[in-house]
């Protein structure tokens, strides 16, 4: 069994665009402290991003597209010493009732699939209520971070929790 930190990317990693999507590399903006933070939980924990994109599905951004921002994104944590594991996505649009759109479970039972989490020894980090709502279903614990710092701090939290 491994214990595993998931994030949310979009208000948590990098910075909310009012009313808009993030559909390309320049628009992608980290917060302050995040690579850090991400940095640090890594060296102790799996690091997992689990992301809502339906941006994909109502036809702003490709999968191609949103490839190069996560490997541009992979690129920068890893020069500040961090390492995500694996980001899962759902591209779906709410109207389309998938499984895998947050706060539906879907990303998270993939994620099951492919490593053995011990969800009882494990985090969500999201910036919405609804995020909160996922991991009670999962039995994570859950912390909200919002904008600069945000992650920062709870990745604190969970680094003293955790010992
Ligand atoms: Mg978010
Ligand atoms: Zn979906």
Known sequence: MVRAVFLDRDGV???LRKGAYVTSWSL?????GAKEAIASLSAEY???IISNQSAINRGLMTESALEVIHNNMLCEIEEAGGR????YYCPHRPDE????????TGL???ASQEYEIDYSDSW????????REVAERMGLRFILAQGDGGLK??????LADGQ
């Not at 992608?28 to 302050?32: A, R, V």
């Not at 701090?153 to 969970?158: D, L, P, Q, S, V």
Request: aromatic share 16%; with cysteine.
């Open 13 to 15: 990693i990098n910075r």
């Open 28 to 32: 992608f903006e980290f917060l302050p």
């Open 46 to 48: 799996l690091v997992f």
């Open 84 to 87: 995500i594991e694996k980001i």
């Open 97 to 104: 009732r998938c499984h895998c759109r947050k706060p539906e």
């Open 108 to 110: 998270f039972d993939r």
């Open 124 to 131: 969500f980090v999201g910036d919405f209520e609804s995020d």
């Open 153 to 158: 701090k709870a990745a604190e939290k969970i």
